[in-house]
């Protein structure tokens, strides 16, 4: 089996990135873990974790097995790559979280010694994470079209990789579903009773429900998350690739310049990692975005001199010139600073969306909810501007409007790449999310000096910024991603699509389409609230049928929280995860392919506005909380703060649960779609 240069750069990135990543998971694993307790706690964490995972994962099995089966009736190389895709994901996800729950104690301890210490530490458990999802997407994809290219016609090879797309967009949705429902009915559940009717703090060791949400921020924030960004660097790549085969020729090296892009981007960004430090000035947050800034700069500039190269290769189509390549690359990557810079803008405690939250809640439940809602609905705006924008100028640079669509809808793709290919450090911060609102966990229930709280807390306060923003950076990708799988999927058919407003057909698909982002959340916001009730009961009960909660001379039983919550949301995740799977498939046979590129149209623009108003807004709404409990507007146990908890309990599902799950389904969708082109020709 001959390979390219291409695919061989793209092993060997795909190759170094996986081995940093094991490399920095043993060194985070050699940092010391603390005292007993705190490593008793951590334990907790741990098992609590991976006890839902495994659940997860042999449900997940059962219905990837049918699924197997199923897809053969497409091919073989259709059916593996579904298996592959499904096992990457998942693989991402786990090895990331059970280096997640190692870096939580160890963040803990290091913060005795002061904030930088706890920043390289927890900011390095998240790289691993980060590092390993890009590196075995890209591994994934490389290895596996040059295998099928050389065992089976090029055209079984490219719907080979919709199968591998399909992989790992399904086990993204259950995923996310899953630990979006685990992390936020236990999170809820805590704050309810601990917070509210106990009066007692967050992390406070007598909270029966305490260690399920410590372990739900990893299920949710850490292997949630991995898995929804591992699915979309790797739909976005062979999307890309996809259209490049259709615009140029499947023999074209335009087919593989997207892995090209990547790899250079991996490299970028294990070199980003190290300039994660903190500056005279302590600030956390920029220490966090010097490492994003490095990288992206090193991965428009490694672009550069690739398009150069690349171009100069013979047999290459001049659809672009090389600063026409540059530019491309370099929109999609100014896109990211973009979406990054104005989801910090609406969560953050600094500027002024959350502070007027907080400021609202000084009179009342009513007016902190309503505040709310007008912050989501509004921080839809801007990101939505700039996806025009960036949409526009791509496509532009391609020649769309000059009579080129095909190529103009490329460079759109390349663009597209270009903002994944900053998975690796953008995981990297969220990652550190989840580890360092662990450490402070540990830190309360382990009853720590204060000094280390001060040390956990503002690491904790950043990274509440820091999920919230890479939430934004997975919905704007997420777009750009199904935009470009569906501008493959019009594009698939012998003769010409046409999707026209007049036609009824074209009308039902994009109502059917709209609905669905609606549907779906609701569906998860209602799981939440069925899972978090199960534990307020599960909490009121302990408190009263077991004396010495309160008092501290009687541990509370975490398990049963934990085992509550588990089984909830195993069994809640089923009906959702399957919507977005079925949906297509019968449009596509009761009203044919017009109706349903209307629906991937439908669920693109709904989906997009939904998911960034309940992401940004769950964030302001969690912020706002913190805010207050700075000391603004009378502080923890004050008015205010009893609204502001009920907006945080209200955005809680809004931004870890049904917003992020949004992001997959619009591209499981899409990818179904895809898959289902044969059958409906």
Known sequence: ??????????????????????????????????????????????????????????????????????????????????????????????IGMMVTVKANVRTTEAAKKGLQSALTVAFKGGSVTGIM????????????????????????????????????????????????????????????????????????????????????????????????????????????????????????????????????????????????????????MGALYKGLAVAGILGAVGAYFASDWFLKQEGVEPAFTTMGVFMTVFIGLALTGLIVMITEYYTSKSFSPVKHIAEASVTGHGTNVISGLAVSMKSTAAPALVICAAIFYAYSLGGGFAGNPGVGLFAIALSAVAMLSMTGIVVAIDSYGPITDNAGGIAEMAELPEEVRNVTDPLDAVGNTTKAVTKGYAIGSAALAALVLFAEYSRSFDETVLFDLSNPLVLIGLFIGGLLPFFFGSLLMESVGKAAGGVVEEVRRQFREIPGIMEGTAKPEYGKCVD??????????????????????????????????????????????????????????????????????????SEAHKAAVTGDTVGDPYKDTAGPAINPMIKVVNIVALLIVPLIK
């Not at 106990?198 to 739900?216: F, H, K």
């Not at 498939?585 to 108003?613: D, H, Q, R």
């Open 1 to 94: 089996m001959e390979l390219s240069n291409i695919i061989m750069f793209a092993l060997v990135c795909g190759g170094a990135g996986v081995a940093f990543a094991l490399i920095t998971a043993a060194w985070v694993s050699k940092q010391p873990a603390g005292d007993e307790k705190m490593q008793e706690i951590s334990e907790a964490i741990r098992e609590g974790a991976s006890a839902f995972l495994n659940r997860e994962y042999k449900t997940v099995a059962i219905v990837a097995v049918v699924l197997a089966f199923l897809l053969t009736y497409l091919g073989k190389w259709v059916a593996v790559g579904f298996v592959l895709g499904t096992v990457g994901s998942a693989l991402a996800g786990y």
């Open 133 to 284: 999802v890009v590196g075995l997407g890209l591994l994934g994809i490389a290895a596996y079209y040059s295998f099928v290219k050389s065992v089976a016609p090029i055209d079984e090879a490219f719907h080979a990789l919709i199968g591998l797309g399909f992989g790992c967009s399904l086990m993204s949705v259950f995923a996310r579903i899953a630990g979006g429902i685990y992390t936020k009915a236990a999170d809820v559940g805590a704050d309810i009773v601990g917070k509210v009717e106990a009066g007692i703090p967050e992390d406070d060791p007598r909270n029966p429900a305490v260690i399920a949400d410590n372990v739900g921020d990893n299920v949710g924030d850490c292997a949630g998350m991995a898995a929804d960004l591992y699915e979309t660097y790797t739909v976005t790549l062979v999307a890309a690739m996809l259209l490049a085969k259709t615009v140029f020729g499947a023999e074209s090296l335009w087919v593989e310049f997207p892995l090209l892009i990547g790899g250079i981007s991996i490299i970028a960004s294990i070199i980003g990692t190290y300039f994660v430090r903190l500056g005279a000035n302590q600030y956390i």
């Open 564 to 637: 509550i919550v588990t089984k909830s949301a195993i069994k809640e995740m089923m009906l959702p995860a399957l919507i977005p799977v079925v949906t297509p498939v019968l449009v596509g046979f009761i009203f044919g392919k017009e109706a349903l590129g209307g629906v991937l149209i439908g669920s693109i623009v709904t989906g997009l506005f939904l998911a960034i108003s309940m992401t940004s807004g769950g964030g302001a709404w969690d912020n706002a909380k913190k805010y207050i409990e700075d000391g603004a507007f009378g502080g923890k146990g």
